[in-house]
């Protein structure tokens, strides 16, 4: 195990809905990477927050938000929730940016 | 643009034997290239990497071919176990150090 953590491990949600995920970083990294996984394909960059700033963001649009606490645990945000949204939601924490990234379980989201 | 695919999403290795899994990326630029491994309601593991400035690198069990001419990467893991059985994906990084994921192959490993 990696010692990231991930929480809910599956949400049911409506279309239209808001939702927020949560991220665990590894004891002692201070960068956490979002990543939506579709069925069957690979994951997708979403953004990267580094000592609590985002450094960096994917082809997601504004919907899509996160933060990062003073302890480097984050959230994924995601508002007016569509179908599409419906994915395994990844977060990967790093020492530092351009570190190894080591992956949590995942959220699975499922939009109704 | 930036894009990196694998040529097989399924592949069916008798136990014991040699895998090799391949992936074309079409990013010139990038200078930094992963292995994942992702077992069944799991996260990606973290296999191996290699940089462009190598053509070949090996691990425990595995190696990570790296041609550059054709855009071209490959994975073969040595005397495969069941426990190999996964979706593996190559992975690039960018110089902003995002991680852009191919589609993955699925390893069936045969008894």
């Known amino acids: 195990e990696t010692g990231v953590t991930q929480s809910p491990t599956h949400l049911i949600k409506t279309r239209g809905q808001q939702v927020t995920l949560r991220c665990s970083s590894q004891s002692g990294h201070n960068t956490v990477s979002w990543y939506q996984q579709a069925l069957g394909q690979g994951p997708q960059f979403i953004f990267q927050?580094?000592?609590?700033?985002?450094?960096g963001r994917g082809n997601f649009p504004p919907r899509f938000s996160g933060l990062q606490f003073p302890n480097y645990s984050s959230e994924l945000n995601v508002n007016a929730l569509e179908l599409d949204d419906s994915a395994l939601y990844l977060c990967?924490?790093?020492?530092?940016?351009?570190?190894?990234?080591?992956f949590g379980p995942g959220t699975r989201l499922t939009v109704t | 643009g930036e894009s990196v695919g694998l040529h097989l999403p399924t592949l069916s290795v008798q136990e014991g034997d040699n895998s090799i899994i391949n992936c074309a990326y079409s990013?010139?630029?990038?200078?930094?290239f992963i292995w994942y491994k992702q077992e069944s309601g799991k996260g990606p593991q973290f296999i191996i990497d290699i940089r462009s400035n190598m053509d070949k690198r090996q691990g425990q069990r595995v190696t990570v071919l790296l041609n550059k001419t054709v855009k071209h990467l490959s994975l073969q893991i040595a005397a495969t176990q069941p426990g190999d059985s996964a979706v593996y994906f190559c992975?690039?990084?960018?110089?902003?150090?995002?991680?852009?994921f191919g589609k993955g192959t699925r390893l069936h490993i045969l008894p």
């Open positions: 990967a924490s790093s020492l530092e940016a351009d570190y190894e990234q080591y």
């Open positions: 992975a690039e990084k960018t110089r902003d150090d995002k991680i852009i």
């Open positions: 990013n010139s630029a990038s200078d930094y």
């Open positions: 927050y580094y000592r609590e700033e985002e450094n």
